[in-house]
């Protein structure tokens, strides 16, 4: 069945540590995203990329770099540059620009915390 | 800036009553609003979208209203059951790429 893979589930990173969190998507989909969860707070976008080979910032992009160098990866980079880390990460995709009414479909999310 | 609410307090309700939940936005004319799920530890799961010039949209037990005069959209469950328990989170296109999320409210259905 066709969907969005993250991995690894949980993961732990040390202090001054730079860890990449893997996005894979077999829905032939242009658009990806990276969103990052906090208790009582609404998903952030941190990067999206509209196509291979391009990305763009989102709110909260500081600490935090991608690369889209295929069309079905996008992997997440949490540096040493981001003080609070700690947080469920969502990697998401969808067919088109999201103002055309195209939906998002969502992996199952990784769980980030610093030791 | 855009600000989008729903309520932060869990709603209890008894199984078969129906459910609704509110998400309020201020400071922007969305050209439509989307409703996803979200099971604890899991990734979010879309389930409707209304445009802006549509008042309702059924699907199921589902039922969704959008009233852009208010700045208003409400989420109904209908005949609800304890397997309908989990965060429904509202969305709101923000153009191009960027989709504005509720921080979610809790739904909490007992047998």
């Given amino acids: 069945d066709g969907g969005i893979t993250q991995s690894p589930k949980y993961l732990f990173r040390k202090e001054g540590q730079n860890v990449t969190l893997s996005c894979e998507q077999n829905l032939n ?8 969860q906090d208790p009582g707070q609404g998903l952030r976008l941190i990067y999206y990329s509209q196509i291979v080979n391009d990305f763009q910032k989102g709110d909260i992009a500081e600490g935090y770099s991608v690369s889209r160098e295929k069309k079905e990866s996008f992997p997440l980079t949490v540096t040493s540059a981001q003080k609070n880390p700690t947080a469920f990460y969502l990697c998401a995709s969808s067919r088109g620009q999201l103002g055309s009414g195209n939906t998002i479909y969502f992996g199952e999310g990784s769980w980030l915390t610093v030791v | 800036s855009q600000k ?9 309700i008894q199984e078969g009553k129906t459910a609704t939940l509110t998400c309020n936005y201020t400071n922007y004319s969305p050209a439509y609003l989307q409703w996803y799920r979200q099971d604890p530890g899991r990734g979010p799961v879309f389930l409707l979208l209304i445009r802006e010039n549509e008042k309702e949209k059924r699907k199921e037990r589902l ?30 296109d923000a153009g191009g790429f960027k989709t504005i999320f509720g921080a979610g409210t809790r739904l909490f259905v007992k047998a």
């Fill in chain 2, 63 to 92: 039922k969704v209203t959008f009233d852009t005069t208010l700045k208003q959209s409400l989420f109904h469950i209908t005949a609800s059951q304890p397997a309908d328990s989990a965060t429904y989170l509202c969305a709101l």
């Fill in chain 1, 29 to 36: 989909h242009d658009a990806m995203y990276w969103y990052r």
């Fill in chain 2, 4 to 12: 989008i609410e729903q309520n932060s307090e869990a709603l209890n």
